[in-house]
């Protein structure tokens, strides 16, 4: 028997990975994204960086890589395919405004996902209730927050960087979790291709979620030691923080994870959906 196409509203902002995204996930068959609401730039890292007074060169390189970085990952295709994804732009909040979350309402998909925009504060979280994803870039409840893909290079805790797929709540990243994934990391890549290839890893994986989404197991919680868990906010992120995680590449942290990973990761699990 054939399976019934899944609906889907996408909430997300417009850097090229979120282009990417909505574009990506729209592509398939058996997915008809409704609509895709986009945030605008407007108040990013990057531009948070460039206006403090402070020094901030190496940030700012930092924050370029990423962007040419993300070029390479995801450029060509998103800068190609046809657009089905049924875009809105807004400016950054405006996705709690009452005529985006009627639309949404009326719109009345089997799902919605969210992923890069604002923290949503609507009755669409009560109304669509186990029916609203939020992807995480991080491994909750271990990291939380801002960066949580960035800290673990701060830290030396390179278990921690990967995918969070939540039931969206009213916390910050403090949902049901339903699936998560690790970074698929090799020897010599850089923050920027661990941290892109993983973002590509995560939507292949979402296609799974969505198309699997009415046979997925309930998970039970993560039993792990609350020292571990980590909450960072953006200001968090200076020049010395940044210089902290590159000086610990340069130490060879990502070797000295890889050597050790199966009994490292072993140490701290994770939840992984048997039906994705």
């Given at each position: 028997m054939?399976?019934?196409?899944?609906t889907?509203?996408?909430?997300t902002?417009s850097?090229?990975?979120h282009?990417?995204f909505?574009?990506?996930i729209?592509?398939?068959?058996?997915?008809?994204v409704?609509?895709?609401?986009?945030?605008?730039k407007?108040?990013?890292l990057?531009?948070?960086?460039k206006?403090?007074?402070?020094?901030?060169?190496?940030r700012?390189n930092?924050?370029?890589?990423r962007?040419?970085?993300?070029?390479?990952?995801?450029?060509?295709?998103?800068?190609?395919?046809q657009?089905?994804s049924n875009?809105?732009f807004?400016?950054?909040?405006?996705?709690?405004?009452?005529?985006?979350?009627?639309?949404?309402?009326?719109?009345?998909?089997?799902?919605?996902?969210?992923?890069g925009?604002s923290?949503i504060?609507?009755?669409?979280?009560?109304?669509?209730?186990?029916r609203?994803?939020?992807?995480?870039?991080?491994?909750s409840?271990?990291?939380?927050?801002?960066?949580?893909?960035f800290?673990?290079?701060?830290?030396n805790?390179?278990q921690f960087?990967?995918?969070?797929?939540?039931?969206?709540?009213h916390?910050?990243?403090?949902?049901e979790?339903i699936?998560?994934?690790?970074a698929?990391?090799?020897?010599?890549?850089?923050?920027h291709?661990?941290?892109?290839?993983?973002?590509?890893?995560?939507?292949?994986?979402?296609?799974?979620?969505?198309k699997?989404?009415?046979?997925?197991?309930?998970m039970?919680?993560i039993?792990?030691?609350?020292?571990?868990e980590?909450?960072?906010?953006?200001?968090?992120f200076?020049e010395?923080?940044?210089?902290?995680?590159?000086?610990?590449?340069d130490?060879?942290?990502?070797?000295?994870?890889?050597?050790?990973?199966?009994?490292i990761?072993?140490?701290?699990?994770?939840?992984?959906?048997?039906?994705?």
């Open positions: 054939l399976q019934k196409m899944k889907i509203v996408l909430l902002g850097e090229l990975r282009d990417f909505r574009k990506f729209a592509c398939d068959s058996e997915i008809n409704l609509a895709s609401f986009c945030e605008s407007k108040g990013n990057s531009e948070i960086v206006k403090e007074e402070s020094k901030n060169e190496f700012t930092h924050l370029s890589a962007e040419l970085t993300e070029d390479d990952f995801f450029g060509i295709f998103s800068h190609t395919v657009d089905l875009p809105q807004l400016e950054k909040g405006e996705i709690n405004n009452p005529e985006y979350v009627q639309q949404i309402i009326e719109l009345n998909p089997d799902i919605i996902i969210s992923y925009c923290i504060r609507s009755e669409l979280l009560t109304i669509f209730k186990k609203f994803v939020n992807i995480h870039l991080g491994l409840p271990y990291y939380r927050g801002s960066g949580t893909n800290w673990p290079f701060v830290n805790e390179l960087i990967g995918t969070t797929f939540m039931h969206i709540d916390g910050i990243d403090t949902g979790i699936h998560q994934l690790r698929n990391i090799n020897s010599n890549d850089t923050i291709q661990i941290g892109n290839r993983l973002i590509k890893d995560s939507f292949v994986e979402c296609i799974g979620l969505i699997n989404f009415d046979a997925l197991d309930d039970e919680p039993a792990f030691d609350k020292t571990t980590r909450y960072y906010r953006k200001k968090d200076t010395e923080s940044l210089k902290i995680a590159y000086h610990n590449l130490l060879g942290s990502l070797d000295k994870y890889l050597n050790e990973k199966e009994g990761d072993a140490k701290y699990p994770i939840l992984k959906n048997p039906k994705i």
